[in-house]
């Protein structure tokens, strides 16, 4: 798809192609957001932090809406899982101030199978989602043979800073995500 216009969400997430976010929306150009992807085609998230330059937001993740919930809170939760990496352009904002986005798909290594035995890479993930229970029940099925997969799902949870993960945005970047991810890992 090129070209289409998505609103925009400003969260400090990083989400790769196949990876699934539980967001808690509250305020009203969010709830607006949420009305129009339903209707449509989702929404695009993008990255925002303190020690991200603006020069470096001009990609994000395109989620699809998964599954809807209402909090024990009574706020809004939805399950996102992200379908493409998106090349972003003439950003514009409406009179709520939700932003929108003409969007380009761009080809990254998480949507590759990579048939591996992976299982140093995988079983340290598994029992990990084993172990939360949020994450457990976001991803029910787990490729246990795509290293690409795995080593994107590493990146969207190790503790580093959100500069660091942008850096594993580029369509060439798995070996070098995969071998970040093993020296936190195997430390």
């Known amino acids: 798809m090129s070209d289409a216009k998505l609103p925009l969400f400003p969260l400090p997430i990083f989400i790769l192609p ?7 929306i509250i305020e009203p150009r969010y709830l607006k957001m949420v009305k129009i992807a339903a209707q449509q085609q989702g929404f695009v998230i993008r990255l925002t ?10 990609w994000g993740s395109w989620v699809q809406i998964i599954n809807f919930n209402l909090g024990k809170d009574g706020v809004l939760e939805l399950d996102v899982q992200c379908q493409n990496l998106v090349t972003l352009s003439s ?7 939700l932003q929108f986005a ?12 990579q ?36 080593v994107a799902r590493w990146l969207e949870l190790l503790p580093v800073t959100l500069n660091v993960k942008k850096s594993f945005i580029q369509e060439q970047s798995f070996e ?11 430390k």
């Not at 196949?18 to 808690?24: C, D, E, Q, S, T």
């Not at 950003?91 to 101030?97: A, L, N, R, S």
Request: zero cysteines.
């Open 18 to 24: 196949n990876g699934i976010a539980r967001l808690r």
């Open 49 to 58: 932090t303190d020690d991200i330059q603006e020069s470096d937001l001009s």
């Open 115 to 150: 048939q591996t035995n992976n299982r140093n890479l995988f079983k340290p993930l598994y029992d990990l989602f084993r172990k939360d229970s949020l994450l457990a029940d976001l991803y029910k099925d787990m490729p246990k043979q795509n290293a690409n997969w795995v």
């Open 176 to 186: 070098q995500a995969k071998q970040f991810v093993q020296s936190i890992i195997f």
């Open 91 to 97: 950003i514009e904002e409406d009179t709520d101030k």
């Open 102 to 113: 003409n969007v380009n798909v761009a080809k990254h290594w998480s949507q590759e199978l």
